[in-house]
């Protein structure tokens, strides 16, 4: 925002803004788009699994592949991370049974932060964030009632508002 006199003779004062835009990007490690795209999961040891046949049991972890927020607007910003979900899932349901974590940079699990209290602030225009991986683990307390189920359609939203970043 910036003020600027009109004319320098009669004290007209005009008001000159310029917006920018709030773009954000999910993208993996190699700086490629994964918007609409299956994330990759990775057992325990390591190993990649078939994403579209993970086979969870009580107290099973799996981890995605990792991935970046890159901020391809022209203003810094603000973000979080949110599970998404298709009409067909009762999040209630799935809730009850899986808990889902991000953890920053690897297989590190004590920077696990649960995805519900992950924010990220002033990520600048044009930079990518860490490298995440969510973590997702069926409760050990899970009993036989989600013997069976298929869970589809869970997606990770961004959230993002216009933020602040130090530019020094």
């Not at 920018?20 to 990007?25: K, Q, R, S």
């Not at 607007?73 to 808990?99: H, Q, T, W, Y």
């Not at 297989?107 to 860490?130: C, H, P, Q």
Request: glycine share 10%.
């Amino acid at each position: 925002l910036a003020l600027f006199t009109s004319d320098p003779n009669d004290g007209t004062i005009g008001i000159i803004t310029t917006s920018g835009d709030v773009e954000i990007d999910i993208v993996d490690t190699s700086g490629a788009t994964l918007q609409n795209k299956a994330l990759d999961f990775i057992t325990a040891s390591g190993t990649p699994t078939d994403s579209g046949n993970v086979l969870f049991e009580p107290g099973a972890t799996f981890r995605t592949q990792g991935f970046q927020v890159k901020n391809t607007g022209d203003i810094p910003v603000n973000f979080r991370l949110s599970v998404s979900k298709d009409d067909k899932i009762d999040m209630e349901e799935f809730d009850k049974a899986f808990e889902l974590w991000i953890v920053k940079e690897g297989d590190d699990f004590s920077s696990a932060e649960r995805i519900t209290e992950f924010k990220v602030n002033g990520l600048a225009a044009g930079e990518s964030s860490e490298t995440y991986h969510l973590f997702i683990k069926m409760k050990e307390s899970v009993g036989n009632e989600f013997q069976g189920k298929t869970y589809t359609g869970i997606g990770v939203t961004v959230y993002a508002v216009q933020g602040n970043v130090n530019l020094n």
